[in-house]
């Protein structure tokens, strides 16, 4: 059997990074207020290929930069960042080439999430 899609609320809980609503807003007159802005593009390569070399090193990269906002701005700016970053058992990703993409895309997002939040304080 086919599995239905998911709706926008589903595909929202399954994305840990989320933090917005995307769902449509309205007045109290019903009118549909404009969504907010859509984030910047990412000027990462995630549709480059990835290599086991690649990703080990964007993690490595990605853990030190974690660790310096930790220091700079204190646990609370890191704090949903960290259990996803350990989430990723980085020695299974690299014996694994099916997982590499999706290790990738998550440690991208997470880079996001960091300058983001460095520029921001």
Known sequence: PARPAPTARSARAADPIATRDASPKTSAAGD???????????????????????????????????????EAHGSTATANLWPLYLRIHINDVISDPSKLA??????????????????AR
């Open 32 to 70: 549909a207020r404009p969504a907010p802005p859509a984030p910047p593009p990412s000027n990462h390569p995630i549709t480059m290929p990835v290599s086991a070399a690649g990703v080990a090193e964007l993690y490595a990269s990605v853990g030190r930069q974690l660790k310096a906002l930790d």
């Open 102 to 119: 999706d290790a990738s895309s998550l440690l991208y997002r997470i880079e996001d999430q960091i300058a983001r939040r460095s520029a």
